[in-house]
């Protein structure tokens, strides 16, 4: 069993018929239509608009074996109590975070790559904590690469909005809410050391606090992507995420690139990464070849723009599996 769910390099025939090698991998997608982390609905359709962008056909093409594991059960918020204002449906996110945590668990131990589909970014409080709890169990430490136009780093006390896709990171990072944190009963999941945040910025006053309260490694601003370039920041996050762990799950938050590109999210921002300094990130992962797992969040259909951001999420995903131009 391999745990980066990685075998042997193979020759694929790409689409248009040009050869690539990439090391194949056997990856289990796994839905989470989760919106009740967000105050704008409908996120909750990103899993389907993913997939109807082609998304196992399309990792298939480069040569891996995909499998749909299907979605996580998700109730509607139609049907709950929002419960406390400061932290809305907290309570149903942490039930549906541990579904997820167990399903992506599962999937490593059964040697396959985790590709998690949000959903509001909560969720990453939950295929986080299955990949951490897995290389716990082997006595390993995770990093994290979360990319993103935010740093989702409230907590309850903090959060100027009570939306609880703004709090994961904190929650990750044993900060709190502690429903969200404890799963598998401990805290934190994962090393500030090895934490890295890429792309940030829109940061509450409050957050900026929380990240040096709890000494996240490595932020890099879209002004450090300006002025030091793509190649050079992914380079040094990558080593600090991938410095004494077993290597790095990646949180994707569509917001991250520019809404020229990306209308189709849930707290869309201006001045993010551009197409190709998007697909470059990705391809500089694919290289290092330390992926544990990887997800996609925050992808909104209802007001994408025929499905154009689900689309590009989709090329994203190929490019961080390794696509390969030539
Ligand atoms: N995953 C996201 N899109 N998060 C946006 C968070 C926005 C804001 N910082 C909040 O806490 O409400
Ligand atoms: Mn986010
Ligand atoms: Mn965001």
Redesign the pocket.
Known sequence: MSGTGTNETVVATAPGGGLQSVPTRQIRVIGVPLDMGASRRGVDMGPSAMRVAGLEARLEALGHRVTDGGNIKVEVPETQAHGAENARYLKQIAEICTRTADAVLKTLEEGMTPLVLGGD?SIAAGSISGVSEFYRRRNQNIGVVWI?A?S?INTPETSPSGNV?GMPLAALLGLGPDLLGNIYGYAPKILPENTVLIGVRDIDAAERANIKRAGVGEVYTMRDIDERGMRTVIEEALRAAGRGTAGYHVSL?MDWIDPEDAPGVGTPVRGGATYREAHLAMEIIADHGRLLSFEM??VNPVIDEHNRTADLAVELACSAFGKKIL
């Open positions: 970014h993103d935010h989702d896709h938050d969040v925050e």
